[in-house]
T-cell receptor, first 113, second 112 residues
């Protein structure tokens, strides 16, 4: 069974530029998560989708971050404009449903300079 | 890729010894717990889970212990190997909610 796929793996951008990350969850998983992981910390939930609906986006900085999962499968996370403090690993994860085991992708490593 | 967790608590163990990694969870209502392993440059990898109706669960070389009285979770790794070197996170979830809460992580270093 294929795992959670993410791209790009690495991205370096200048502050105020934009970036987009893509995620393809494990086949059949209805719940998709985007986490932000700052160096030295555990993952922090940015947004959670159930199929194509948003379940929780309370910690998403909506002035600069956006995410969508239009067809209930793939998802994109966008940052515009980026700030230095956005340098982090952006982890996509998926699960059969909320409360089930979540499986992570390898992450997209963002450096904002 | 970058190393994760340069400032995390570190546990150093000799190869072949047993490792015990501890986690204090925050919500007494949490009823599902997962341990993840995160190697440098990779995403967290599922190791083992346990539900609150159990005190202990064993996997291959790993055992998770749950003490609900003091809200404590531990991961025991038997015969620690160099490949076990990584950052380990615990995560808690409460039925009826949607959020997983992650601990800050512990770096395990295996000494040859």
């Amino acid at each position: 069974e294929a795992g959670v796929a993410q791209s790009p793996r690495y991205k370096i951008i200048e502050k105020r530029q934009s970036v987009a990350f893509w995620c393809n969850p494990i086949s059949g998983h209805a719940t998709l998560y985007w986490y932000q992981q700052i160096l030295g910390q555990g993952p922090k939930l940015l947004i959670q989708f159930q199929n194509n609906g948003v379940v929780d986006d309370s910690q998403l900085p909506k002035d600069r971050f956006s995410a969508e999962r239009l067809k209930g499968v793939d998802s994109t996370l966008k940052i515009q404009p980026a700030k230095l403090e956005d340098s982090a690993v952006y982890l996509c994860a998926s699960s059969w449903g909320s409360g089930n085991t979540i499986y992570f992708g390898e992450g997209s490593w963002l450096t904002v300079v | 890729g970058e190393s994760v967790g340069l400032h995390l608590p570190t546990l150093s163990v000799q190869e072949g010894d047993n490792s015990i990694i501890n986690c204090a969870y925050s919500n007494s209502a949490s009823d599902y717990f997962i341990w993840y392993k995160q190697e440098s440059g990779k995403g967290p990898q599922f190791i083992i889970d346990i539900r609150s109706n159990m005190d202990k669960r064993q996997g291959q070389r790993v055992t998770v212990l749950l003490n609900k009285t003091v809200k404590h979770l531990s991961l025991q790794i038997a015969a620690t190997q160099p490949g076990d070197s990584a950052v380990y996170f615990c995560a808690e979830n409460t039925s009826g909610t949607y959020k997983y809460i992650f601990g800050t992580g512990t770096r395990l270093k295996v000494l040859a």
